[in-house]
């Protein structure tokens, strides 16, 4: 182990780790397959060292280590290129969430304007005077009558009911949308 421990002793540490420890089991394999599981603290020098012959010299199967690690070290580092790569699909799904948040926002605006209609149907609504205002929600003016300027009156509910809906189906449509684009990654 001293011998190979100096070979490595030249490679990043993760890699001397790695060897080590693929040596080590290499070792310990062979033990178990020799040796049965209750006598393996009885070991003999003379049954180690059969085992450390059969596995050949520390430099020639640490070089074969060291070749096999360091053709796979480069594979590892492909995944910065394709996350380049993945950065317009990243910025699709960004987009994607901002919308649904957006649209889901919205629809709970809506919901809480038609309670807000309910508790206070004379002074909730879609008010609209030209060049004035236009304010969908709970009208502010005190000195002036807000029914005469509500638009959607009576319809307001089933208007905005119907918004609910609308909205409710394109977070919906925007989820799939969203769900199709993972799964064809």
């Known amino acids: 182990m001293s011998a190979a421990t100096a070979l490595v002793?030249?490679?990043?540490?993760?890699?001397?780790?790695?060897?080590?420890?693929?040596?080590n089991s290499h070792?310990?394999?062979?033990l178990q397959y020799q040796i049965p599981?209750?006598?393996?603290?009885?070991?003999?020098?003379?049954q180690l060292e059969d085992i450390l012959d059969k596995l050949g010299l520390p430099e020639t199967f640490i070089q074969e280590m060291i070749h096999?690690?360091?053709?796979?070290?480069?594979?590892?580092?492909?995944?910065?290129?394709t996350t380049l790569l993945r950065i317009p699909i990243i910025f699709t799904q960004g987009m994607m969430n901002l919308i649904y948040y957006a649209i889901y926002t919205?629809?709970?605006?809506?919901?809480?304007?038609v309670v807000a209609k309910f508790v206070d149907p004379q002074g909730v609504g879609f008010f609209y005077s030209p060049n004035k205002f236009f304010i969908?929600?709970?009208l502010l003016l005190q000195h002036e009558d807000p029914i005469r300027y509500e638009q959607l009156g009576h319809y307001f509910i089933p208007a905005?009911?119907?918004?609910?809906?609308?909205?409710?189906?394109?977070?919906?449509?925007?989820?799939?949308?969203?769900?199709s684009i993972q799964h064809k990654l």
């Open 27 to 30: 070792i310990f394999e062979a």
């Open 106 to 113: 919205l629809m709970l605006i809506a919901i809480f304007l």
């Open 68 to 81: 096999s690690t360091s053709i796979a070290l480069p594979i590892k580092s492909l995944p910065n290129f």
């Open 160 to 179: 905005f009911l119907l918004i609910i809906t609308l909205l409710y189906y394109s977070s919906t449509l925007v989820l799939k949308l969203k769900k």
């Open 136 to 138: 969908f929600g709970k």
């Open 37 to 46: 599981a209750q006598s393996i603290h009885d070991i003999k020098p003379n």
């Open 9 to 23: 002793k030249n490679l990043p540490l993760e890699q001397q780790q790695d060897i080590l420890c693929e040596i």
